[in-house]
């Protein structure tokens, strides 16, 4: 089995993946994902599930594992380490752990949004990281945490305007998707492929927390009707139409079973209730 590093240094860019590394070190990560579905588990056993196109950066406390899957793809990921001599390198001469304290709330930070001119430096910076960190001139190490810093601010600037996706579960990942367009007819293989899953696995990881591909799509137009209902003066057959039921004596039978009222009297209701 190869090691992380060497999935990152790409040399298995052009083949498929799909493998878990260990990350128990103190080296520093960061990732260029194009098309590979990612998860990640700390020590406590919370996960992460990352959609490409992204840029993650695994800091050096993260205490793991990471799950890398291209499925039927050849995988398009890159990425470099810092390794602890060399962060302790940068550290002792320029605050490296104190920038990276700066930016981390957590040990792993996720940016979606590329700015122009952030794919180069991370390549610029990967070319000058894989030269080690054994007699680097100040100069070096300067150009190499200017570089780091850039990316870190990239990061710290797409948290603050909540461009980051994290999921705790495979059922909200998939609601969110869905709630996008309620009204598309919605497959467990359309859903399957924009999660980067195989669809036996997303129903063996739905049916572990509990739940299925169909129950995830229901609550995801109930949701939205419930609060057309009660926000809206909207008709019934109007809002089972919006959110994606083809008949709306259908949709009060489930609008019913889940909320324990019509539609019209669980308006009524709401009504009282905010009078």
């Known amino acids: 089995m190869k090691a992380l590093i060497e999935v990152l240094d790409g040399q298995v860019q052009h083949c498929p993946i799909n493998q878990k590394f260990d990350i128990s070190s103190t080296d520093f990560y960061i990732v260029l994902n194009h098309n590979c579905a990612l998860e990640l588990c700390d020590s406590k056993g919370i996960k992460q599930l990352i959609d490409p196109p992204c840029l993650v950066a695994i800091g ?18 890159s990425g470099f380490r810092l390794a602890a001599c060399f962060i302790e390198k940068l550290n002792q001469q320029l605050n490296f752990r104190e920038l990276c304290d700066g930016v981390f709330s957590g040990n792993v930070v996720v940016s979606f949004t590329l700015r122009p001119g952030i794919v180069d430096i991370y390549s610029a910076l990967k070319a000058m990281v894989k030269k080690g960190c054994g007699n680097r001139s100040n100069d070096e190490l300067l150009d190499i945490n200017s570089m780091l810093l850039y990316l870190l601010m990239h990061f710290e600037q797409s948290a603050s305007q909540a461009e980051t996706r994290s999921y705790s579960s495979l059922s909200s990942r998939i609601r969110a998707l869905i709630s996008k367009d309620l009204t598309k007819p919605w497959t467990l293989k359309e859903i399957a492929k924009l999660v980067y899953m195989s669809e036996s696995t997303v129903k063996r990881k739905l049916n572990k927390e509990g739940t299925t591909f169909t129950d995830v799509l229901q609550a995801a137009r109930l949701d939205t009707a419930q609060k057309m209902v009660c926000n809206s003066d909207a008709s019934v057959s109007a809002i089972a139409e919006l959110c994606g039921f083809k008949h709306a004596s259908y949709f009060g039978a489930c609008f019913r079973k889940e909320y324990g009222a019509t539609p019209l009297a669980y308006r009524k209701q709401a009504q009282l209730r905010a009078s």
């Open 60 to 77: 050096a406390d993260f205490k793991g594992q990471i799950a890398i899957n291209s499925f039927v793809e050849n995988a398009n990921i």
